[in-house]
């Protein structure tokens, strides 16, 4: 026993700089994970059976075709807010995916953002 430390007690420095190195290369061989691409399809499924009873009149395809030949939407980003808050001010109870498959879906369809 050393300044009230047990031989049980003091760090082992072999085994931490294997703890050390078990992890570094652990981390070098993990793969990034890759977002998937939305399902278009499944998209369109949500907007019909969630969204159309609002956005046929007056929201029809003319008003969303305006909508994205006046700039009113001017990026992917301001589509996936706009459905996103659309989900939330009628509180479907959608996960990040399904907002995602609608909006990429809606992009598709009507606005052609990269």
């Not at 290369?25 to 977002?35: D, E, H, I, K, T």
């Not at 907007?47 to 969303?64: G, R, S």
Request: aromatic share 12%.
């Amino acid at each position: 026993m050393q300044n009230g430390i047990t031989s049980a007690e003091t760090p082992k420095p072999s085994r931490t700089l294997g703890l050390c190195l078990g992890l570094a290369a652990g981390l070098a061989f993990a793969v990034p994970v890759q977002a998937e691409e939305p399902d278009i399809s499944w998209g369109k499924e949500l907007f019909a059976d969630n969204c159309v009873e609002c956005h046929t009149v007056p929201h029809d395809e003319d008003w969303f075709r305006d909508r994205a030949e006046a700039g009113k939407m001017d990026s992917y980003e301001s589509l996936r807010t706009m459905v996103q808050g659309c989900a939330n001010n009628f509180n479907a109870p959608w996960f990040d995916e399904e907002v995602d498959a609608v909006t990429a879906w809606l992009n598709q369809k009507y606005y052609d953002f990269e």
